[in-house]
């Protein structure tokens, strides 16, 4: 770490959930004592509190995707912390900053660890808005939620349905949408989900196990001109997409299968999030407007990461993370 400066003592090991090779995360994740990862000109060192548990984790744990390299891995693709060390060419980001930050298929390692290496340009000031847990689990899904409200182009007043939006991209753009002036009608999974996005400030909420009928009676009554735009955020969205008006805009994360049908007259788009300063720099302004919530149904200690992977499969509201310091106070 000659590279870096800091004031804080910080040391060469470090506990970490680690993968010695791909397959299911209950049978292949364990924790273990490896070392700290090495802090680069333009890297900073995080102190990790917590981190979020992607719905992706479990596939990157299996190798479907993201394979190579050297094994161990850490996974982990956000979170949140203090930063402890800063190279010697980071200019934003001070040591004692408390920062969440974006490290999807970070190669120094990912989150599910005591400390965190990556670059200043992936990292950015936790608001006073937002807790330092929630903002854990935020980067990923956030910057997701805001690349698709971009393909939709929404304006003030336009009427935008969020397709799967208890979830966790779906219940971040509720907050996101509404600071950008959108009127909101949220498909959410559940009674408890219909709660949370009412909660979150959805003008209407609908629970998408309903019948088809009863939901595109929802959809008109909310839109009766059509539906100015459509995130699509789990499949099964077709009977409504159908409802969007012509010139309207359709926009799903790649990944989404089986994909909405396209239409003609209607923009339909796959998309990937967004990454990278100018993105995070962006989410965070949105978030700093006001009071802002991350919906952290459940954490887990470090040693249950394999848990946390399992459960993410599973119906939960917005989003898992691992508490990797309970109360802030290293172990």
């Known amino acids: 770490m000659s590279s870096a400066s800091t004031s804080v003592s910080i040391p060469k090991k470090m506990k970490a959930a680690v993968i010695d090779r791909y397959g299911e995360p209950e049978e292949v994740m364990h924790t273990a004592t490896v070392a700290v990862p090495a802090v680069g000109d333009r890297d900073?060192?995080?102190?990790?509190?917590?981190?979020?548990?992607?719905?992706?984790?479990?596939?990157?744990?299996?190798?479907?995707?993201?394979?190579?390299?050297?094994?161990?891995?850490?996974?982990?693709?956000d979170g949140a912390g203090t930063v402890v060390s800063v190279g010697s060419k980071v200019r934003r980001l001070h040591v004692g900053d408390r920062v969440y930050a974006f490290g999807f298929m970070n190669p120094k390692g990912g989150f599910y660890a005591e400390y965190a290496s990556l670059p200043e340009d992936e990292c950015v000031p936790v608001p006073d808005t937002l807790a330092l847990d929630e903002a854990a689990a935020l980067a990923v899904d956030g910057l997701t939620a805001l690349a698709g409200l971009d393909r939709l182009e929404l304006r003030r007043g336009k009427r935008v349905m969020i397709f799967g939006a208890s979830g966790g991209v779906g219940h971040?753009?509720?907050?996101?949408?509404?600071?950008?002036?959108?009127?909101v009608l949220a498909i959410a999974s559940g009674r408890d989900g219909v709660r949370l996005v009412r909660r979150l400030g959805a003008d209407e909420a609908i629970d998408g196990h309903a019948e088809d009928a009863e939901l595109a009676d929802a959809v008109r009554a909310f839109a009766p001109k059509g539906l100015d735009a459509a995130l699509v955020l789990a499949p099964g969205a077709d009977e409504l997409v159908a409802l969007?008006?012509?010139?309207?805009?359709v926009a799903y994360p790649n990944g989404v299968e089986p994909a909405p049908r396209r239409r003609r007259g209607v923009t339909v788009s796959a998309y990937d999030g967004y990454r990278g300063r100018e993105a995070l720099e962006r989410l965070n302004a949105l978030v700093a407007k006001g009071p802002f919530h991350v919906e952290v149904s459940k954490q887990y200690p470090l040693d249950e990461a394999p848990q946390a992977l399992a459960d993410v499969t599973r119906h939960h509201l917005g989003k898992l993370a691992i508490r990797v310091h309970p109360n802030g106070k290293r172990r």
């Open 172 to 183: 971040i753009a509720i907050e996101l949408a509404r600071r950008m002036g959108a009127r």
């Open 244 to 249: 969007v008006k012509p010139k309207g805009r």
């Open 44 to 77: 900073v060192l995080v102190d990790v509190r917590a981190a979020g548990v992607g719905v992706w984790d479990p596939e990157l744990c299996r190798g479907e995707f993201g394979a190579g390299g050297s094994f161990p891995k850490i996974l982990g693709s």
